[in-house]
């Protein structure tokens, strides 16, 4: 073998173990990325938040329902502007609950959250009509 070839051989080498270093780092983020986001069953769900002293909790439905009844201590964040407002000053540390009707609203805010850097995501399984089938607590006070 002459050393041009050499050469060649041994750069060739050295670009497959840089694409697989870079492969494996996009492999490594992609999972850390799924991790901080913990998607939940109602009963799961409730149990956690439990735990938590300095959660905060997102309504992602309509305005209207949200004044009819919501979750305990909820905020409301109906577009991605007010999401983003609401977590403005939050720290990126702060576990974060999402929910919504029946799941399809949350995924998108959860989209937004995750991109946003926060670390700590849960999502409610199946949304509040799941939540309300479990017998779980809402609180219905009027709001207006």
């Known amino acids: 073998m002459n050393i041009q070839a050499l050469k060649q051989y041994q750069i060739k080498g050295i670009l497959t173990v840089l694409i697989l270093v870079l492969l494996s780092g996009i492999c490594f983020e992609g999972i850390a990325q799924k991790k901080k986001v913990q998607r939940l069953e109602p009963v799961a769900f409730y149990e956690v938040l439990a735990r938590q002293s300095n959660a905060m909790i997102i309504d992602t ?3 209207y329902k949200f004044e009819e009844y919501r979750m305990k201590d909820a905020v409301l964040a109906v577009s991605q ?3 983003l407002k609401v977590v403005k000053n939050q720290p990126k540390n702060r ?9 399809d609203r949350s995924k998108r805010a959860i ?4 991109g946003k850097g926060f670390t700590t995501i849960y ?3 199946g949304g509040l009509e799941e939540w309300m089938e479990q017998g779980l ?3 219905s006070t009027i709001l207006k």
Request: glycine share 4%; with cysteine.
């Open 123 to 125: 999502e409610l399984k």
């Open 137 to 139: 607590e809402i609180d």
């Open 95 to 103: 576990p974060l609950f999402v929910y919504c009707e029946f799941g």
């Open 81 to 83: 502007k007010d999401l």
């Open 111 to 114: 989209k937004v959250l995750a």
């Open 61 to 63: 439905r309509p305005a």
